[in-house]
């Protein structure tokens, strides 16, 4: 018989999902999908738009990201005006990018997972949040929630407004930093560093008691896709696309965001709106790959600053080489703000920051153009076509959390083969099917393109398709 639990509080992920489990004749799990339930289609309503306002409408697909559409947009925007922006635009928007992937990943894993690893996957969940956190390591928590305001002060005196800001334009960016903008920064430099500092060697120091969780959370063999820069160098803004495999075996390299169609598919399934793209030579579903910050620490040669690289060399030997479980996604973010940090310090003493010269102008010189940056969960593709007056005709959006798809529905089907056995669902099970996606940190309404809360449904399907089971979060 039909079996309904409720359980509270809101579950710690962006967006509406459900999970369904099938179990065999032995009562075994033989399968599990993640379904996304949620639609939006920016994709179809961008269309009739101009051109010069896709930047701020597609940052509005995400009030956690608008940075990346933002600036995937805007490089879209270069390519359809055929425009070299400034040195000073560049630059503007890769400190604002980074301050991007600081304040995103900051609430990836003090504000959404550390009261896992802090609490216990098995401790109350009424107390397992953010709040408990605070209540049990106050030290801690204020410290993650400063260094992610750290990163959303930059959005902020880069682009007027923390969230949305319309300031990455085609062609650079609307204004430069101030001098008083950059002197804040550097105050607030040491504190962030060490807050980093100290969060990694947390984690560091909490691997050994996750042991389970490193082996089940998403161990498997799959590609890595991100972008590198000269020799391989960790890159978030531009570059050149690179798949290796879990073996570190470059599989391509040197891809172009041109010619994207050509090495990645999208699949559909009837049974979630999130798209499943995939390694197109390899084909569906066998060309699985992951994105992200894991991927980004997998396929890079370096990180190309002093204390990430020594942490890098340090994650690749606890590793045992390339990280193929996704659990280790926790420690890359960690590895990527430390990054992160180190390049603003770099950006924030530099001349061209505070130059005039910010934007390159010109009228529409190609009538198609894609652009690729790095969001904080991973790569992201915005490919536009327009008429001779700059009206979008049709869009495309390949987003990172999409990217991840056929990576999470491994992930969950693993979790769920390791802890459920049998009818029922306990809750540090669900808690753990939850760890698994959060881990991913995916944004299910950039992905999908729903206002609300954030549940989470789990059915458990026995072998002739009867609900057995089912958990609600909501």
């Not at 890359?332 to 770099?346: F, G, V």
Request: with cysteine.
């Amino acid at each position: 018989m039909s079996k309904t639990i409720v359980i509270d509080p809101v579950t710690r992920i962006e967006g509406h999902a459900k999970i369904s489990v099938y179990l065999d004749d032995a009562g075994e799990v033989e399968d599990a999908r993640f379904h996304v339930v949620e639609f939006r289609g920016f994709e179809k309503f961008c269309e009739g738009r101009p051109m010069w306002e896709m930047a701020g409408i597609t940052a509005r697909i995400c009030g956690i990201c608008p940075v990346s559409h933002l600036l995937a947009s805007a490089k879209t925007g270069d390519k359809i005006q055929a425009v070299t922006i400034p040195p000073a635009g560049e630059k503007l928007r890769r400190m604002m990018n980074l301050a991007q992937i600081t304040q995103s990943h900051a609430l990836s894993f003090f504000h959404l997972s550390s009261p896992d690893f802090l609490l216990g996957w098995d401790s109350d969940p009424a107390k397992r949040n953010v709040f408990g956190l605070i209540a049990a390591d106050p030290d801690l928590a204020r410290s993650g929630i400063r260094l992610r305001q750290f990163g959303q002060k930059i959005i902020e005196l880069l682009g007027a407004k923390k969230i949305h800001p319309s300031w990455a334009v085609p062609g650079g960016v609307r204004s430069p930093l101030s001098e008083e903008s950059c002197a804040w920064i550097r105050d607030r430099l040491p504190e962030s560093r060490q807050t980093i500092e100290t969060a990694l060697g947390l984690f560091k120091t909490l691997l050994d008691r996750f042991s389970t969780e490193v082996e089940t959370f998403g161990k498997f063999p799959s590609l890595f896709m991100g972008l590198v820069g000269k020799d391989g160098l960790w890159e978030h803004y531009d570059g050149k696309i690179r798949f290796t495999d879990s073996d570190g075996n470059i599989v391509a390299d040197n891809l172009s965001e041109d010619d994207y169609e050509s090495y990645i598919g999208e699949a559909v399934e009837p049974w979630s709106y999130l798209k499943f793209p995939y390694y197109k030579p390899q084909g569906y579903p066998n060309g699985i790959y992951r994105v992200g910050p894991l991927a980004r620490v997998n396929i890079c040669s370096r990180m190309g600053t002093p204390a990430a690289d020594r942490e890098l060399l340090e994650f690749r030997d606890r590793a045992g080489g390339v990280a193929t479980s996704s659990f280790y996604y926790h420690y890359a973010r960690l590895i990527e703000i430390l990054c992160a940090i180190e390049h603003i310090e770099q950006l924030v003493n530099d001349p061209d920051i505070v130059s005039p010269r910010t934007r390159a102008t010109a009228g529409i010189n190609n009538l198609e153009g894609i652009g690729v940056s790095e969001a904080p969960r991973g790569t992201l593709f915005h490919h536009y076509k327009v008429d001779e007056n700059g009206l979008i005709k049709k869009v495309n959006l390949i987003i990172a959390t999409g990217q991840n798809n056929l990576a999470m529905n491994k992930t969950v089907t693993q979790i769920a083969q390791h802890f459920i056995h049998g009818n029922e669902i306990q809750e540090g099970m669900l808690n753990r099917v939850e760890a698994g996606i959060r881990a991913f940190d995916p944004c299910l309404s950039c992905s999908t393109h729903a206002a609300g809360q954030m549940p989470l449904h789990i059915e458990l399907i026995d072998a002739k398709g009867t609900v057995v089971n089912e958990v609600y979060r909501h």
